[in-house]
């Protein structure tokens, strides 16, 4: 074949390719050799000379294929009374509808690869691009020929979805109706055909660049939705006369599943969700008082699976619709949290309020991840519960002791006992789920800080690697600045142990024998909470202690030069051997109790009036600690009042099943009461000055700012530890005017200035 132009007769050529055309319109037979030549035929056509026949050729097929179509229509297609195929006693339309779509849809398709010369070469060059149908104001159909396949598909709807459309959709409908009410009539074949029929719709639009599925929505989509909503309805003001929410809301759930697949059998993909909206609408939205009428009996009583179906059907629906449930079900946490927690007494009433509200937060932790498929809105629900239950105060003048109990709850697993180290780490990773909920942050930094330093200072710690874990635990959850003093608690037991080891080292060196075991804690003062207890209290070291602290003094001046060294004796203890009873006993005690019994190394009795002055004990830690010894019938008294005369006497009858045993340090004569009111009074002076800080550093960085504007720069900030009260703030703001950091602005009664 050559494919140089040359002057061809149109008529001559038309015929066969008209007859060949035919044939693939129609899914007929067509030899091979009558195929190419056919190509050929196109090709010859559209660039003949000295006149291309593209476009005569292109008007002669859109004439054939109008005239295929509408003879379809008349012949295969259009209702005929005389028909035997019937459903529901009338002729089967959408049966010859989709018999004759099927044909045509796929002889078209040959038809556009016969063509393909034509679209390629003459149809496609002469397109109007999509940049000029936006920027033109152009509409994609307006002067332009369309590709034979496209062309095609444009007839069928000219031609025959224009006429039948009504009667289509009338039988489809009447379809989906019979399959929603289980007729044995809707087939597999049936629902086959059905489905084809209505995604023609979509198929005959499909090469438009815009408004594909418009053609469907206007026919099916939207017809189908109205009458599913009056189906809807009724269907639903029927179940709401014979059954109770339970089986309502098992019925709606096996109905929303059925409507689901049902659009997916015959409809086109984006009309599932529209469908389904429409069913939430009239069986959940418009039936709400209905479904929530029982809701408070199902949550308090926790049925798990009405809760299942409920949060089912109300998932998709709008988050304020849900509000009652989640509302209903944060009021439950609340009320059994607080039932949990209200008879707590007791001595560790602390392990008791962490573990119960452990108990309370996992139990609905995994109720909401069994029930409601962990939805963030009943997880906030449950944070916000535990949150109101775990800082709720008693009274309004009572404080919130969570954060003490949450701070001596990990005092009561970090002290030596014999839990293992895997349940005490496992307890103190769950505790953290608890402290994260205290508001009053500071506070338990307060107790937790004062509890770690006994523990530290007096060796009563479980696991050093423990400690540090629960502190890298409280950094994570509250950043460096919160456990920056712990750390450095922790920092200078590591030191005082490398610090010792040296002494040690230079006392072997020199040949110095101290004649006691001496282990010393350097601490450094702004770091440990030794509270009004830092005070120093007037005291008489000991003949036997003398030596020991004058060298360690040296030492340790010598190391670090300029350095201050204030010996805190009431917080020391040692161990004292008894050697003067019929038994040897080795007693732990407090430096004030084995000062007092170093005394008598050289008599056997002594008044109050020599113990006192010798020791220069002011009285009330003289009376204190004399007594602990009293009670421990190590010393006798000749009287109650320990007084001037009194006379005090080793007792030689003294005995003791056990030969090692610990006398109970003498505690200030503070009640539990007083030590939290000192405590939270520490807490308010902290909070007085952080504020403070917090107000001098943002008005510097903003220099000029709106009082409303300030007290939520400061809300932001504090949040992390605390949230400070309004009146708080304004006293410290009157504070800091006082102290002429900031100033009213002039003219403005609710902005300050900073003063530089």
Not at 699 to 705: A, G, H
Request: charged share 25%.
């Amino acid at each position: 074949m050559s494919l140089t132009p040359k002057s061809v007769d149109f008529n001559e050529i038309w015929p066969n390719l008209r007859s060949t055309a035919e044939a693939v319109i129609t899914l007929g037979n067509v030899n091979r050799s009558d195929w190419s030549t056919r190509f050929s035929d196109v090709y010859t056509l559209c660039v003949a000379h000295p006149e291309p026949y593209a476009d005569r050729l292109y008007n002669e097929t859109k004439q054939f294929l109008e005239n295929h179509v509408q003879n379809m229509l008349a012949t295969k297609v259009a209702l005929d009374p005389c028909s035997t195929s019937t459903v529901n006693g009338e002729p089967d339309l959408l049966q010859r509808y989709y018999d004759a779509w099927t044909e045509y849809s796929q002889g078209v398709k040959y038809l556009d690869n016969l063509y393909s010369y034509l679209n390629q070469q003459h149809i496609k060059k002469q397109k109007i691009s999509d940049a000029e149908v936006v920027y033109g104001n152009l509409s994609s159909d307006t002067m332009e020929q369309m590709e034979i396949g496209e062309l095609g598909l444009d007839i069928w709807h000219i031609y025959m979805i224009k006429n039948l459309s009504d009667d289509l959709v009338k039988h489809i409908l009447e379809d989906i109706k019979a399959d929603r009410c289980g007729s044995p009539e809707i087939t597999p074949n049936r629902v086959k055909i059905i489905s084809g029929v209505v995604h023609s719709f979509v198929q005959v639009r499909g090469y438009k660049r815009t408004g594909q599925l418009k053609l469907y929505q206007e026919l099916v989509e939207f017809p189908l939705v109205m009458a599913s909503a009056d189906y809807y309805d009724n269907e639903a003001a029927k179940l709401l006369k014979t059954c109770t929410v339970s089986q309502y809301m098992e019925e709606v759930i096996k109905i929303l599943e059925e409507e689901t697949k049902r659009a997916k059998k015959f409809l086109h993909a984006t009309s599932m969700w529209r469908l389904r909206k429409k069913c939430e609408d009239r069986f959940v939205n418009r039936r709400l008082d209905f479904i929530y009428s029982e809701c408070k009996d199902m949550v308090s009583q926790e049925k798990r699976k009405d809760l299942r179906n409920m949060y089912k059907i109300l998932k998709p629906i709008a988050d304020n619709l849900k509000s009652q449930l989640i509302h209903t079900f944060l009021d439950h946490i609340k009320n059994e949290g607080l039932e949990t927690i209200s008879t707590l007494s007791g001595e560790n009433i602390h392990i008791q309020f962490v573990e119960n509200m452990l108990k309370v937060h996992q139990k609905f932790h995994e109720l909401i991840a069994d029930v409601f498929e962990n939805d963030s809105l009943f997880l906030s629900a449950l944070d916000k519960a535990c949150a109101s239950i775990i800082n709720r105060r008693p009274g309004d003048r009572q404080p919130c002791r969570s954060a003490e109990y949450v701070a001596k709850y990990c005092d009561t697993l970090l002290k030596k006992s014999k839990t293992t180290e895997a349940e005490i780490d496992q307890k103190l990773t769950n505790n953290i789920t608890i402290f994260k909920y205290i508001e009053d942050k500071d506070v338990y930094q307060k107790f937790y800080s004062r509890l770690l330093a006994k523990r530290l200072i007096h060796e009563q710690s479980q696991s050093m690697d423990a400690e540090e874990a629960m502190i890298n635990r409280l950094k994570q959850a509250c950043g460096y600045e919160f456990t920056n003093k712990l750390h450095r608690m922790f920092t200078d037991i590591s030191l005082s142990v490398d610090l010792n080891n040296k002494f040690n080292n230079h006392l072997k060196q020199e040949n110095i024998d101290l004649g006691i075991n001496l282990s010393i804690k350097v601490l450094q003062a702004g770091a440990w909470p030794l509270g009004p207890t830092q005070v120093v209290i007037p005291f008489a070291v000991p003949q036997e202690f003398e030596k020991s602290i004058r060298m360690f003094e040296a030492f340790y001046h010598k190391s670090f030069n300029g350095r201050k060294l204030t010996w805190l004796h009431h917080m020391c203890h040692g161990e004292l051997k008894l050697g003067y009873l019929k038994k040897t006993y080795i007693v732990t005690m407090q430096t004030y109790q084995m000062a007092m019994l170093l005394l008598f190394e050289s008599c056997d009795s002594l008044t109050c009036k020599d113990i006192q002055s010798t020791l220069q004990l002011n009285s009330e830690t003289f009376q204190k600690h004399l007594q602990s010894l009293l009670e421990s019938k190590l010393l006798n008294a000749s009287s109650e009042n320990l007084e001037g005369n009194t006379k005090i006497e080793l007792n030689f009858d003294y005995s003791n099943k056990r030969t090692k045993f610990k006398i109970t340090s003498a505690m200030q004569k503070e009640t539990q009461q007083e030590q939290i009111e000192h405590t939270i009074s520490a807490v308010d002076e902290d909070r007085k000055l952080y504020l403070q800080a917090a107000i001098v550093r943002i008005m510097k960085s903003r220099k000029v700012l709106k009082h409303n504007a300030l007290i939520q720069e400061i809300l932001s900030q504090s949040r992390v530890s605390f949230t400070p009260s309004i009146s708080m703030i304004k006293k410290c703001i009157e504070s800091l005017i006082d102290k002429q950091y900031i100033e009213r602005t002039p003219n403005s009664g609710d902005e300050y200035s900073y003063v530089a």
